[in-house]
């Protein structure tokens, strides 16, 4: 089965711990890092937790066994759906400064036919963590990303060859540059440049015209 180079998976990482989080500065000396990583992606946590060592930064690793999701709905009853691990988890949010979460579904389909019910009662116990996490956020002590690591179940899903699949990621990454960071550095620069001239235009409308179509949009 096809695998990414080590060397691919170093440029992921250090592309995910030294410029995706904290708005493009990558972590510092002492952040904490949590780090969401399911069973099928271990090949990229390692790689990632060697930047965080390599960056003077500590992990936190939540590594989730691939699986285990069915189950747990078919077998939970109410209580154990609502069940919310409080102080373990406003305790994780007061002390990580950043996360990367890894999205690597091992099969994609893997709850289909169970009662959405079911996953919305679960999914709603959890907004404090959700609420928590953006309140940090948004006094700007607190950044995330989310990053994918391709899966047989996930290139099906597309209708490609899992190797094909990977070539996605490393185009759409700048993985196959000698430094992917130094690319999106480059991206950021031109988006804040753009960015700015769009501001210093004050736009207060967009009228958009076609046939059977007039829009004004404020903005």
């Avoid at 937790?49 to 390599?54: E, F, G, M, S, Y």
């Avoid at 899992?162 to 991206?187: G, S």
């Amino acid at each position: 089965m096809y695998q990414p180079s080590k060397q691919v998976l170093d440029k992921y990482a250090d592309l995910l711990i030294n410029f995706a989080l904290n708005r493009g500065n990558g972590i510092k000396k002492g952040d904490v890092v949590l780090l969401q990583v399911s069973e099928c992606a271990k090949p990229l946590l390692v790689a990632l937790r060697r930047a965080v060592l390599k960056a003077g930064g500590h992990s936190i690793i939540q590594y989730i066994p691939d699986g285990m999701q069915r189950e747990f709905y078919e077998l939970a009853n109410e209580n154990q759906l609502k069940f919310f691990p409080d102080k373990q988890l406003k305790g994780l949010v007061d002390q990580i400064d950043y996360r990367v979460a890894i999205i690597s579904d091992d099969d994609p389909k893997e709850l289909m036919g169970i009662n959405p019910t079911k996953i919305m009662t679960r999914n709603k116990s959890f907004k404090p963590y959700r609420d928590w996490q953006l309140k940090k956020e948004n006094e700007s002590k607190y950044t995330w990303v989310l990053a994918l690591y391709g899966t047989p179940g996930m290139a099906k899903e597309a209708n490609l060859s899992l190797e094909a699949y990977w070539q996605e990621i490393i185009k759409a990454c700048y993985l196959d540059k000698n430094n992917p960071v130094a690319e999106w550095r480059k991206i950021f620069k031109r988006n804040k440049e753009v960015m700015k001239k769009l501001n210093d235009m004050r736009i207060v409308k967009v009228h958009v015209e076609a046939p059977n179509t007039d829009l004004h949009v404020g903005i």
